[in-house]
């Protein structure tokens, strides 16, 4: 049995998708005081979600001696300006228009530790190019789409209603939910997780 670091319900879903048991204990970290102390030493988004993804799964180590604990962590980057999950729908909308148009990068960290120490690490990254829709459409995106949007960075899922908001998608789908899966799995095989 892994534990999965990460009250991220998409995370959760990926992983008992592909038949991988598990149990979740999160643990909250101050994500944002981390990232602006990061901001000051590097402007690679893959560094800093790859930090807070082995800051999450450390954390839980400590209270689960033995069991590998898998953390993640994703980063949305645009022209230089790193974007989080929005507070509430009008900073959904703001973030929407900011990438209307645009081609930006999401950047999805998973690590492995047990017992305090770092296993595993992968990180990858996709570039989405959303459409240039319209105000109007923003308007009916944001009432189909409800809460949903405050749960991911960018203020959109993919695999929803939010596909209508691109027109190009380069990368692994499961890095664009958040977790490379397919690494992981791999992982999870060598170290006699999984049946190989």
């Known amino acids: ?39 000051l030493e590097t402007d690679h988004p893959a560094r800093v979600a790859e930090t807070l993804a082995e800051m999450k799964a450390m954390r839980v180590s400590a209270k689960h001696p033995g069991m590998i604990v898998i953390g993640a962590d994703q980063m949305l980057d645009c022209d230089g300006a790193w974007f ?11 973030q929407l228009r900011a990438l ?10 998973v690590v492995a530790v047990r017992d305090g120490r770092r296993l595993w690490h992968h990180t990858d990254s996709a570039k989405l190019t ?18 949903g949007v405050l749960t991911s960075v960018g203020a959109y899922q993919l695999e929803g209603v939010g596909a ?13 939910l958040g977790l ?8 999870l095989r060598e170290n006699g997780e999984l049946i190989p």
């Open 130 to 147: 959303m459409r240039r829709f319209s105000d109007d459409f923003l308007g009916e995106y944001l009432t189909r789409a409800g809460d």
């Open 84 to 94: 989080d999950k929005p507070a509430d729908a009008e900073a959904a909308a703001a």
């Open 1 to 39: 049995m892994i534990v999965l670091a990460s009250g991220s319900a998409t995370r959760r879903a990926v992983l008992a998708a592909a038949g991988v048991e598990f149990q979740v204990h999160a643990l909250p970290v101050d994500e944002e005081g981390i990232k602006q102390a990061l901001r």
């Open 180 to 187: 490379p899966l397919l690494p992981l799995l791999d992982f």
């Open 100 to 109: 209307r148009g645009k081609t930006h990068r999401l950047t999805s960290a």
């Open 164 to 176: 209508q908001l691109f027109m190009l998608v380069e990368g692994d789908h499961f890095t664009i």
